[in-house]
């Protein structure tokens, strides 16, 4: 049985633990790796980041927002078996009031990130998913909005 773009949307966002986000100032690009957490419903994907960082900065004056992940099946015969996943959205920063529950979401997925995350400079991030660019071969690329996820 073939499987759903939710269910392959979801299989992605389940087995990346990383992805590259990408943003941009003054017309110039700019990629970061950053560990990655996504929400039940997969419309908001969390990551962590300090204040004093260029990606932070970015954000600061362009929201816009890419990020880049796959299924953990790209190898040496390219992407035959695998799926890559590019969200495009807006990124804002978790304030303090709703700070607990992705917090303790994205600690669980990442033990390994706790001090990182403790540090007083540390911000929590959530990408707010507009589209899902899905690509299963170099010939199999579909795009779905967030309105469609619930409905595929």
């Known amino acids: ?66 990020l880049l992940m796959e299924d953990g099946n790209c190898n040496s015969e390219g992407l035959k078996g695998s799926v890559v996943l590019t969200i495009v959205g807006q990124a804002e920063v978790i304030s303090p009031e709703e700070n607990e529950e992705p917090f303790r979401a994205h600690l669980k997925r990442h033990p390994e990130l706790e001090s990182f995350m403790l540090s007083p400079d540390c911000v929590l991030v959530r990408v707010i998913a507009h589209s899902y660019q899905v690509v299963n071969g170099i010939d199999d690329i579909q795009w779905i909005t967030a309105g469609e996820l619930d409905s595929i």
């Open 1 to 66: 049985m073939q499987n759903t773009k939710r269910e392959i949307i979801g299989a992605v966002l389940n087995a990346a633990g990383f992805a590259v986000l990408a943003t941009e100032s003054n017309g110039q690009p700019h990629t970061s790796l950053v560990a990655v957490t996504p929400t039940r419903d997969f419309r908001q994907i969390i990551f962590a980041t300090y204040r004093n960082t260029l990606k932070y900065s970015n954000l600061s004056g362009n929201n816009k927002v890419a």
